[in-house]
């Protein structure tokens, strides 16, 4: 029995320690409420009302941002971390960053590239317009 007991104490540090770290927050804060936890959605920075990111909402589909604002400078597609997973069959398997000169960038996620929606909108004045 006592073999046991010496286990319990690190077994519950441990769990301690990953509940602390199982939920990170971004480096930048939305500057609107999100109500969301341990998410990479939301909308950085200060977008004035006359720039065109003024007009993208969260969840928007892809192809109607690209109608509204017009097409990105550049973008890249990409398998989000959750496409790792075995058998997962969400919505967020795939991700484009949409790259705009001058105003920033919007990150989209979706099950496949066809359906995508707005999962982040990063406002930045000093965007390049090009993917790093």
Known sequence: MSHQMKKSPILLVLTAIFFVAGC???SKQPNRDVSTSCSEEGIFGKIPQRSLFAKVKLDMPMNQVYDLIGLP???QTYPSSKSFIP????NDGVR????YKGLGKIVFSGANIHLMQVLRVEYDPSE???SR
């Open 73 to 75: 400078t550049d973008e």
């Open 24 to 26: 990170s927050t971004p």
């Open 128 to 130: 390049t317009g090009h």
């Open 87 to 90: 058998f997962y069959r969400g």
């Open 96 to 99: 484009t960053d949409a790259y």
